[in-house]
């Protein structure tokens, strides 16, 4: 694990230094008298910035004496707009989010893990929308006794078969053909939800929309029987 941090660590040393020649090249184009450009150079200057924070969080983690593995009190609402503020720079005002969590909601998960996983979740429908015409994700968070459930809805291109199954089994055949491929991959997303005690299941997929749920049944102390929510 230490290894692989430093690893990490390393890389971000190197796009962190490509970053800054980005942010120069984009204050430049900055100064152009076209208007379609500053707009550009702005929205490159963001994404830019994102990327160097992101960097710099890798490089303290080297040395930070905190596991990045460990269970902790996770913030559900600070965490998807948190995300979700990321998207909506690298996406402009191409879709909107909306965020469906209470404030006060949190969870006992490994913050690290739970990021990695909603993150990819919410990239690909965001891509998913983007490249149709889609206009929204939709992400709902739900406490009910015992369990958490995480739902991340789209009214983009929905999967085929073969893609689902590629997604939930983990294989890839040969005729495969679908729209929905971004990201770390979904069945990297299953597999992170499963170190966390979690799975992730299909709700419904259709030619236009596909939701996921992320369901966590022990989450929480239980008190009565958990009831599915309905798609």
Request: proline share 3%.
């Amino acid at each position: 694990m230490n290894d692989h941090v430093s690893e990490v660590a390393s890389l971000s040393h190197d796009i962190r230094n490509m970053m800054a020649t980005i942010l120069l090249a984009s204050e430049v184009l900055e100064d152009s008298t076209d208007n379609r450009t500053v707009d550009l150079a702005k929205r490159i200057s963001k994404v830019a910035d994102a990327c160097t924070a992101f960097c710099r969080a890798a490089i303290d983690a080297e040395t930070s004496p905190r596991s990045k593995d460990e269970t902790k009190s996770v913030f559900l609402a600070d965490l998807i707009n948190e995300i979700v503020g990321q998207l909506e720079i690298q996406h402009g005002q191409k879709l909107s989010f909306r965020v469906h969590c209470s404030e006060k909601l949190t969870a006992p998960l490994c913050q690290a893990r739970l990021y990695r996983v909603l993150f990819n979740l919410i990239e690909n429908a965001a891509k998913a929308v983007c490249e149709s015409d889609g206009s929204a994700v939709d992400i709902r968070v739900e406490k009910r006794d015992g369990a958490l459930a995480i739902e991340v809805i789209d009214d983009g291109p929905g999967f085929n078969a073969s893609g689902l199954q590629m997604v939930l089994l983990k294989t890839k055949p040969d005729n495969v053909v679908d729209k929905r491929q971004h990201g770390i991959g979904l069945p990297t997303v299953v597999s992170l939800s499963r170190q966390m005690g979690g799975r992730l299941t299909k709700m419904d997929t259709a030619e236009r929309g596909t939701s996921f749920r992320l369901l966590f049944p022990n989450c929480f102390q239980p008190t009565k029987q958990f009831t599915p929510m309905i798609a």
